[in-house]
C-alpha cells in the first residue's frame, strides 16, 4: 500500500500550444512541439522525476529531501527554461519553412508551475500516476489570470509552499507576488494555507547572458526581432 510522501511537483507548459496547433499546418506544428517537448523532458533531472506527459505539458516530482539545496532545484528550472527559449530562438532563425507551424514559432513560450505537497505515488504499467489534494492545485494553477494581471506569458511560478521550502524567502524581493482564488469546495481547508498565494519570477528580456536571473517576456514579437538576435 503506498503512503503519502511530500515533495516538489512541477509542471512544465509549454505556452500556446493550443492556438499554435490550430492555426498551423500539422506536420511542421507537430516536429517543432516534439523538439520542444524532447528539449523538456532531457531537461528534467534526476532527483526530479517525470511521472508523465500531459499534451503540451511535462508533469514531474522530486520526493522531499532529494534536493540537497531548493536552490538546485531553483537553477535546474531556470537552466530549462533558457534552454527553452535558445532552442526556440534557433528554431525560428533556422527555419527557411514560410508555412503557418513555421511562421508562429514565435507565438510559443513556457510557463512552469511549481507547487510543494503531499501525494501519492501509484505505480501504473507505463507510468506513475501522482494522486491528491496537491496535485489537483498544481493543475489549476495552470489555468490562472497570470498574464491578465501581471502581462506576463512566460513565467516561472512558486506557490507559498514551495518557496518556504526551497528557502527562497530572501529573494522574494525579486518576485512578483500574485494571488489566485479557485472554488475549492470541501478542499477549502486542507489548502487555504498556501493556495491562494503565488509568486512569480519575473523576467527582463534579455536572453543573451547565460545565466540570468531573471526572464520571461512580456511582448514575444519584440524579442524574436532581428536587431535582438544581432545582440544575443
Ligand atoms: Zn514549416
Do not use: W
Not at 515533495?7 to 492555426?23: C, E, M, S
Not at 510559443?108 to 501522482?130: A, C, S
Not at 501581471?150 to 518576485?175: C, H, M, P, S, V
Amino acid at each position: 500500500m503506498a503512503k503519502p510522501q511530500r515533495g516538489f511537483l512541477l509542471i512544465a507548459d509549454i505556452t500556446g500550444y493550443t492556438a499554435y496547433v490550430h492555426a498551423s499546418e500539422l506536420e511542421h506544428a507537430e516536429d517543432s512541439l516534439r523538439s520542444l517537448l524532447n528539449l523538456l523532458i532531457k531537461h528534467t533531472r534526476l532527483p526530479q522525476i517525470i511521472s508523465k506527459l500531459e499534451g503540451d505539458a511535462v508533469f514531474s516530482y522530486a520526493v522531499d529531501g532529494s534536493f540537497l539545496q531548493g536552490q538546485t532545484l531553483v537553477e535546474m528550472i531556470e537552466n530549462t527554461y533558457l534552454a527553452f527559449r535558445q532552442a526556440l530562438e534557433l528554431m525560428i532563425v533556422n527555419t527557411t519553412c514560410t508555412c503557418n507551424a513555421c511562421r508562429n514559432l514565435g507565438s510559443l513560450d513556457l510557463k512552469i508551475f511549481v507547487h510543494y505537497g503531499t501525494f501519492m505515488l501509484q505505480e501504473l504499467p507505463v507510468y506513475t500516476e501522482l494522486v491528491g489534494n496537491d496535485v489537483n492545485l498544481i493543475h489549476r494553477l495552470t489555468k490562472n489570470n497570470v498574464a491578465e494581471a501581471t502581462g506576463l506569458k512566460a513565467y516561472i511560478l512558486y506557490t507559498q509552499a514551495a518557496i518556504n521550502r526551497l528557502g527562497i524567502q530572501e529573494e522574494l524581493g525579486q518576485l512578483i507576488s500574485h494571488r489566485e482564488s479557485y472554488d475549492l469546495i470541501g478542499e477549502v481547508e486542507d489548502l487555504a494555507g498556501f493556495c491562494p498565494y503565488a509568486s512569480l519570477r519575473g523576467a527582463s528580456q534579455d536572453l543573451s547572458g547565460l545565466k540570468p536571473r531573471f526572464y520571461g517576456r512580456t511582448d514575444h514579437r519584440r524579442a524574436h526581432s532581428r536587431q535582438n538576435r544581432s545582440t544575443a
